[in-house]
């Protein structure tokens, strides 16, 4: 079964890093674009408006977005750190706070991009089964 509203022109890839929806790739997964809004970084509509695919499957889902963010933290603790200390040779005190400030200020664009990451890891096949979450 075919979707008529699956947008084939956006990869996965494109629709992770653009946010939207693992099915028909047209609409946004977070109501308010903005990550910085902290006042709707959570804030996600419940169904895609076009092809209707329920973006949390069962209770507790984004646990695992969670673990993703977490990896993604450390992936960036790691690659500013290592830099810092050993090409720019700032000593590790600084480096470290250096580091931790940039990762804190990253922390909404992770979440958000966890939870992309996320939900297309689960239905990165949902186009070949839309009745599963209906
Ligand atoms: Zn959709």
Known sequence: MSYPNINPKHSHLYSIF????PRCKKTNLFTHQNPYNLRYL???EERCSVCHLKYESE????WGAMYVAYALSCAIVL???VPLFFYFKIDVDNALIIDILITMCLI??????A??????????K??????KNL
């Not at 909404?108 to 991009?113: A, K, N, Q």
């Not at 949902?126 to 009745?131: F, G, I, R, S, T």
């Open 59 to 62: 209770i507790g889902f984004w």
């Open 126 to 131: 949902a186009e070949d089964m839309p009745q």
């Open 18 to 21: 653009t946010m939207k929806c």
């Open 79 to 81: 690659s500013l750190f």
């Open 42 to 44: 959570f804030s996600m």
């Open 108 to 113: 909404p664009l992770v979440f958000r991009f």
């Open 115 to 124: 939870r992309a990451l996320w939900v297309h890891l689960f239905y990165e």
